[in-house]
C-alpha cells in the first residue's frame, strides 16, 4: 500500500482512520476489529500530533502506511518529533480501571486502549523517525 504523508494537525485524523479503515478491508479484516485499529491509530496520532508536535509549526507531517502479508496487516505511523515510546507509559491497573470515570487519574487510557485494541503493538526509533507498528492478524491467517 502507498503511504499517505498529511500535515500533522487533528484535521488529519479523518484521514488517517479512513487509510486504516480501508487497508483493514482490503486485508479482510472484520468490521469491528477495524474499528479497533481505528482507533488504535487515531489515538497514537492524536498523543504524537497534541504532544510530540506541539512546538513544532506548521511543517510538521505525520505519515501512514500500510502492508498486508498472507497473516498479518500491519500500519505504521510515522513522525520526526522527539523519541517517545508508548509502551513505556503507565498503564491503569485493573483497580484503577474499575473506578468511576470522575475518580480516575488522567492520561493513559487511550495509550491503553490502543494497544489493547490491536493484537500487536510495537514501537522503534530509527535515526530522527518514530515507528508506531500495529499489527492486525487477518482472517485467513
Known amino acids: 500500500m502507498d503511504k499517505l504523508t498529511l500535515p500533522a494537525v487533528l484535521a488529519s485524523l479523518a484521514e488517517l482512520r479512513r487509510y486504516a479503515r480501508e487497508a ?28 510530540g508536535y506541539k512546538d513544532a509549526g506548521p511543517m510538521a507531517q ?20 522527539p523519541a517517545f515510546d508508548p509502551r513505556t507509559r503507565q498503564m491503569p491497573d ?8 470522575e475518580e480516575r487519574t488522567i492520561g493513559g487510557l487511550g495509550i491503553y486502549l490502543a494497544m489493547e485494541g490491536v493484537d500487536r503493538f510495537d514501537y522503534r526509533r530509527e535515526g ?12 485467513n491467517g
Open 94 to 101: 485493573d483497580d484503577e480501571l474499575s473506578k468511576p470515570l
Open 62 to 81: 505525520i505519515v501512514i502506511g500500510g502492508e498486508i502479508t498472507a497473516d498479518v496487516l500491519i500500519i505504521t505511523l510515522e513522525d520526526h518529533a
Open 24 to 51: 483493514a478491508a482490503a486485508a479482510g479484516i472484520e468490521e469491528e476489529r477495524s474499528y479497533q485499529l481505528q482507533l488504535a491509530v487515531d489515538e497514537i496520532a492524536t498523543n504524537i500530533i497534541s504532544y
Open 128 to 139: 530522527e523517525r518514530n515507528l508506531n507498528i500495529f499489527e492486525m492478524r487477518r482472517r
